[in-house]
């Protein structure tokens, strides 16, 4: 069902962000084993050297660096290594990202300030040091958003907003590019089985009758369900998808 495409990558450069767990490592597994050599990003240490060895076990090629995506440096930084790592760049995949459910009122100002910083700045700035390596290269950029980045949320109005922003950074950068070869896609999936949502907490006291609505009817997905979609939208066989924003939810965002 999830299994790689072998040589869809073959002689291509990744950058995947959030390897260290979840969608992103699955991403970075399936792209590793699918031919390409992965730069593979995370601020767990940890986390980032498992999906190492997995690869590593698999008989694919991949880099690791371990560094919080909250400032530009980083970001920066980050591609450059890839590219002198690799030579060049084909692909950039925005994964990482954190997310957090509160009363509206009651999210402090560090909270909020970290969670634009991680999801929405850090995608910004991966794409400003890319693009010009990507537009070498006729490469793509595929971003993590969320069904959260689509439509409104109780409790989790900062994740939504900074979700949304990924889907606007998708569509206007694909605006800019689309007289380039570079394409510009973004994914938004619904609930994932991943250390994000196993330790997602809600205060006590929230009406789960609002949140019920959001939860969907069919369960949640596993993260090779979005990476088999990463592969195929940052391949090749995704060469008419440009400025798309992907759902695979199950259904969520529809009604
Ligand atoms: N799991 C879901 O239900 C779901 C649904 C929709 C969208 N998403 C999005 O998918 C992406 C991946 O989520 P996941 O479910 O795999 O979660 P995850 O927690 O398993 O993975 C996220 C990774 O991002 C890394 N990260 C967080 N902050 C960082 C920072 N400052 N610097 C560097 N790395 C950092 C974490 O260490 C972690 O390894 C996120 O952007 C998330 O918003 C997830």
Known sequence: MYEPIAGRFDGKALLVTGAGSGIGRASAVRLAAEGGKVLVHDVNADGLAETAAII???????????????????????????????????????????????????????????????????????CQAAIPHLLESEGNIVNIASNAGLIGQAYTVAYCMTKGAVVQLTKSLAMEYVKTPLRVNAIAPGGIESSLTAGYQMPGDIDWDLVSRYAGYRGMGVPEDIAQLVSLVGSADGINIHGAILSSDRGITPG
Request: net charge negative; glycine share 8%; aromatic share 10%.
């Open 56 to 126: 590593t076990a698999a008989g694919g090629t991949v880099e690791t660096r371990v560094g919080d995506i909250t400032t530009r440096d980083e970001c920066f930084d980050t591609v450059a290594e890839a590219v002198s790592s690799f030579g060049k760049l084909d692909v950039l995949v925005n994964v990482a990202g954190i997310a957090s459910g509160q009363h509206f009122t009651e999210m402090t100002e560090a909270a909020y300030r970290r969670m634009v910083a991680v999801n929405q700045d850090a995608p910004f700035f991966f």
